[in-house]
């Protein structure tokens, strides 16, 4: 019986790398498609909240970032753990396929993000009222 070797832990951290990476961008994507609820930093409050859309001025880019990195982190050790029992994992053939999916989901990232910032129209907020045009 020929045993083949247990991978090496660079090989497994790669892998585990690509797959954090295809996560996170999943995640990232997804949660901004599907108008999940993540949290929102309002800055003018100097406070978080849990939403689909503020009510108030809002950046949502720390609470999707974060959500991306719980995903990342997740997917990343879950790979590293089981590349090591399942080496078919750690096959040039298996990590080419998993940074191929990555890649692939950096340029659908890049595109949805750029067609939405192009296309949105900003709402400008109403003039305070003591504010006296010159």
């Known amino acids: 019986m020929s045993e083949t ?18 996560a996170y ?14 949290p929102w930093y309002l800055p003018l409050e100097r406070r978080f909240v849990f939403a689909s859309r503020p009510a108030g001025l809002g950046m949502d880019w720390y609470g999707r970032t974060a959500v ?10 879950a790979v590293y753990v089981l590349a090591q029992r ?25 595109v949805y993000f750029g067609w939405a910032l192009m296309t949105q129209t900003p709402n400008p907020w109403p003039l305070p009222s003591w504010y006296c045009p010159r």
């Open 5 to 22: 070797k247990s991978p090496s832990p660079s090989a497994r951290l790669f892998l585990a790398f690509l797959a954090a990476r295809l």
């Open 68 to 77: 991306g990195l719980v995903f990342a982190l997740a997917a990343g050790a």
């Open 25 to 38: 961008g999943l995640a990232f994507l997804v949660s901004a498609a599907r108008k999940s609820p993540v």
């Open 86 to 110: 399942a080496r078919w994992l750690s096959r040039p053939s298996a990590v080419m396929a998993v940074a191929r999916a990555g890649g692939l989901v950096l340029l659908v990232d890049f």
